[in-house]
């Protein structure tokens, strides 16, 4: 039995890893179109819906009462069932239909109507309809601020950076529900730090989240999930009603909402009924519309790894998100929990959110490592910060996080410390000590961090839930503690919930507490030239990361003022002696530029040819060829003055040629035309062979590293280098003899 | 909130603009947390507001908020969870309607707990 070592390698790659299960819809294995779905229909008699996919008024179950008396809209549904799936499908690609008319049209339509006009769809037309449908014009992204010791000093510090690197949003949770209150407070003081007008929640049970956002230390909550079958609902004791009357408990008190729901929930509790994933979240999206919703977190959130393991999987998430977005409702598009193994499977997955920008792109990035993920660990975390911002940079694509200095997030880091340590000593709290500070600014995890007393925090914690203190009173202890911007961002975070204008689709705020929804920040997209355009300061901010370096800063100008020149030109050069070989090397060569690609000095590449050169008994002479850049004619004109009628062409960056008088110029002797790999051997080496050519003797191979990634780290330098040397060209001095100082 | 009372236990609401939470007045103390609560026509205006954008359910999500804005917290957080399966008896249900009609002025809020009441009974989500 033979065994391929490829097949075995693959076999081990971390996509190797993930799961991947056949479709049977029997077992709720199947992520959309599934063969036991309902067709759409829909019967409508005296205004009412007496029958919807398939099933007869009587027969409704509570969700589906629900969606016929709240969701769908009945002045349009007859004409929006009446029209083909395949032409509305069409109209969410087309850039002549605005968003409007497909809002309008798409909400008269059944769930499985929905489904079959998604079904239409290729991943290229979703995230194209997606880009037209998403609510707000301006991309967002939200954070997860989570620690496993619940240290509520590197909370603040993280949720401080968090707030710096842009995000809209932070969500943070508890391990031990009784540190809510600290967590929640953390949150508030950290994100108001990094920048005002962040929105916080704190994911806990529903009484508890309502009495952190009472105080005003949340502003939002998206605890609300929701399941696409009655038995599922019902499992998480839950009806349409009860999480639509506890929606305008939340408004009625200022606290934005977005329900929770995703393909893989209801398979995963059992309870699918041999329906397929999407359009039982299709259910579900309709039934949080019609409990007044302005959003929803969706995209199989922690289901994905289930969906995922299907057939067209990652698809179907792509497409509950488009139906989201297509009924009017804010999107905060998942990719938050772990999708896969494979870094390339994940970011494959990643980019049908990112590319078209969803109103969230993440409904959660890690913002800290895995480990003090207290949502299961993040699907990305805070060590892929910089490739997200690197592909943000490729693409011109605002995905929702700013690029910032390690300096900058140190500060901010700072301040949220200390900022936290006056509201605990104004409170009363256990002290925060400057150790702490000083350990959370610095640190990488939780680990890092001086243990503290989690019975007092806790004890602390609860007694501040049970008292009168609300989030006016961490303003004022700001105040009182000299941390006036912190205090002003927190009591505007206050001030703008008298009018609750955030209430109203995917809002989030600036930094200067101005409101950007679905309303003011409109999505007006209807082709090329139109909608979100990444642009103007978004743009500048964007691009300039902090690993971007300046042309000079790569290759930088030979500091020469100090050094006495080693390089002296000596009048025009002429054919030598029979015993030389002579070496040519590019205008810039020792002059403006003093290194090769792969930093040796020139001096010392110098040395080592004529070194290689004089162990065969031959004699190195250095002329300069100051017209040409090009290596086979620096080359073609050394072999051409040579004595032996060897000449070694040497560019600046270090490409090397052998060649013999008399031969075209790319028809060479030897050529390394991989300068990086060119080490002060390999240019002995090099001076060996020459003499060995002029000397009728066979030459030896050239010691060169191999390394696949050479060029992909150098090709910026080799190009910069190269303009410098075509820069040094000067027509006028075509061969110059060359003068060695020893 | 079955038993009848005649103390009147809806919540107040402030009367101060939002250009009165400055810095200065949080400095002097003049500022209490009902200051900075939504106020029940902010929600009504909210709820204009969606509907001129064709956003009905949610216009009648802020509609009820705002009906609810004069309900306190612990009742709130009582009332859904009768509203969970198999919490209340049809009969509470309908009482339940009732008093928000009646003490807090909620017609569009008893409106939908009826309405939760019919589906209940139909679909076996009433407690026996």
Redesign the interface.
């Known amino acids: 039995m033979y065994r391929s070592k490829r097949f075995a390698r693959r076999a081990e790659r971390p996509v190797n890893l993930d799961t991947f299960v056949a479709e049977d819809h029997s077992l709720g294995l199947k992520a959309m179109n599934g063969p036991a779905d309902p067709s759409p229909t829909l019967v409508m008699q005296a205004g009412r819906i007496i029958e919807m996919d398939g099933t007869p008024e009587e027969q409704f179950?509570?969700i589906d009462?629900?969606i016929a008396?709240?969701?769908i809209?009945r002045t349009i549904a007859v004409e929006a069932m009446a029209t083909s799936s395949l032409k509305l499908a069409r109209m969410l690609v087309d850039i002549n239909v605005p968003r409007?008319d497909l809002?309008?049209l798409l909400?008269g339509c059944t769930p499985a109507k929905l489904c079959e006009i998604v079904g239409h769809l290729n991943v290229v037309e979703m995230m194209m309809a997606m880009q037209k449908m998403r609510a707000r014009r301006t991309p967002g992204n939200q954070a997860h601020v989570t620690n496993w010791r619940e240290n509520p000093v590197l909370m603040a510090a993280d949720a401080a950076e968090a707030a710096l690197r842009g995000f809209d949003e932070l969500e943070t949770t508890c391990r031990v529900a009784r540190m809510a209150p600290f967590n929640a407070l953390a949150l508030l003081v950290g994100s108001q730090t990094g920048r005002g007008g962040v929105l916080t929640q704190c994911a806990v049970e529903?009484?508890l989240n309502?009495?952190l956002g009472?105080?005003?230390l949340t502003t939002y909550a998206e605890t609300l999930s929701v399941y696409g079958t009655?038995e599922a609902l019902?499992d998480g004791?839950?009806?349409p009603?009860?999480k639509?009357?506890?929606?305008?408990?939340?408004?009625?008190?200022?606290i934005k909402i977005r329900f929770t729901s995703g393909t893989g929930a209801e398979t995963l509790m059992g309870y699918e009924h041999g329906r397929s994933m999407l359009y039982l979240e299709a259910r579900c999206l309709l039934l949080a519309?019609?409990?007044?919703?302005?959003g929803v977190q969706n995209g199989a959130i922690s289901c994905v790894a289930l969906t995922g393991a299907l057939p067209e999987g990652v698809r179907a998430i792509l497409a509950e998100n488009l139906i989201a977005a297509s009924i009017?409702l804010e999107v905060a598009s998942g990719n938050d929990a772990m999708s896969s193994h494979s870094d390339m499977r994940k970011t494959a997955k990643l980019m049908l959110q990112f590319l078209p920008g969803t109103d969230f792109i993440t409904s959660g990035y890690s913002s800290m490592p895995r480990r003090d993920n207290m949502f299961g660990g993040g699907n990305f975390d805070a060590e892929d910060l910089d490739d997200w911002m690197v592909i943000q940079r490729d693409m011109r694509v605002n995905a929702g996080i700013h690029p910032v200095t390690e300096n900058e997030v140190l500060m901010v880091r700072r301040r949220a410390g200390e900022a936290m340590r006056a509201v605990f000593e104004s409170f009363g709290f256990p002290s925060i000590t400057e150790h702490e500070i000083e350990a959370a600014v610095e640190a990488y995890a939780s680990d890092d961090m001086p243990e503290r007393d989690l019975v007092a925090d806790i004890k602390a914690a609860e007694d501040f839930l049970a008292g009168p203190s609300?989030?006016?009173d961490v303003?004022?202890a700001l105040?009182d503690g000299g941390f006036?911007d912190i205090?002003?961002n927190i009591?505007s975070m206050?001030?703008v919930?008298?009018?609750?204008?955030y209430?109203?689709?995917a809002a989030v705020l600036d930094a200067n507490f101005g409101v950007k929804s679905?309303?003011s920040d409109r999505n007006d997209y209807e082709g090329p030239g139109t909608g979100y355009r990444l642009s103007g300061e978004e743009w500048e901010r964007l691009r300039r990361i902090p690993q971007e370096q300046s042309a000079a800063r790569l290759v930088p100008t030979p500091r020469r003022a100090s050094q006495e020149p080693w390089l002296t030109e000596k009048g025009s050069a002429t054919t030598g002696r029979d015993n030389e070989v002579v070496l040519g090397v590019g205008p810039a060569f020792g002059e403006s530029l003093d290194n090769t690609l792969c930093g040796l000095n020139h001096r010392e590449v110098i040395s080592a040819i004529a070194e290689g050169v004089a162990s065969r008994g031959l004699q190195l002479r250095v002329v300069r060829i100051g017209d040409s850049a090009d290596l086979g004619i620096i080359g073609t004109r050394a072999a051409s003055i040579s004595g032996s009628g060897i000449g070694i062409g040497l560019q600046s960056k270090g490409t090397t040629v052998i060649q013999r008088k008399g031969l075209a110029p790319l028809n060479n002797l030897e050529l390394f035309s991989q300068a990086p790999l060119l080490s002060r051997d390999a240019y002995r080496q090099i001076g060996v062979n020459a003499a060995c050519f002029a000397r009728g003797e066979p030459p030896m191979p050239v010691p060169v590293r191999v390394d696949n990634m050479a060029r992909l780290r150098l090709i910026v330098h080799a190009m910069l280098m190269h303009k410098r040397e075509i820069a040094a060209i000067d027509p006028s001095r075509p061969l110059q003899a060359l003068e060695i100082s020893p | 909130m079955n038993q009848i009372d005649n103390e009147d236990i809806r919540r107040k609401e402030s009367t101060l603009p939002?250009e009165g939470?400055?810095?200065e007045a949080?400095?002097n103390?003049c500022?209490?947390?009902d200051?900075?609560?939504?106020?029940k026509s902010?929600?009504e205006?909210?709820a204009r507001?969606?509907e001129a954008?064709?956003?009905?359910?949610?216009?009648?999500?802020?509609r009820?908020?705002?009906?609810?804005?004069a309900?306190p917290?612990d009742v709130?957080?009582e009332?859904?969870d009768r509203?969970?399966?198999g919490r209340s008896r049809y009969v509470d249900l309908l009482a339940m309607a009732q008093e928000f009609a009646a003490r807090y002025d909620a017609p569009e809020?008893s409106a939908?707990?009826r309405?939760?009441a019919e589906?209940?009974r139909a679909?076996g989500?009433i407690r026996e």
């Open positions: 179950d509570t009462r629900y008396t709240h969701s809209d409007q809002l309008k909400g529903e009484a309502l009495r009472l105080k005003g009655d019902r004791d839950d009806t009603w009860s639509g009357f506890l929606a305008s408990a939340y408004a009625s008190r200022g519309k019609g409990a007044g919703a302005q009017g609300t989030a006016l303003a004022r105040l006036d205090a002003a009591l206050q001030r919930r008298i009018s609750g204008d209430l109203q689709p679905a309303f | 939002p939470v400055t810095l949080l400095r103390n500022l209490s947390p200051d900075v609560t939504i106020r902010e929600l205006r909210q507001i969606a954008q064709g956003y009905e359910q949610l216009a009648r999500n802020f009820r908020a705002a009906e609810l804005v309900v917290g709130l957080l009332t859904y509203l969970r399966p809020t939908y707990i309405e939760a589906t209940y679909r989500l």
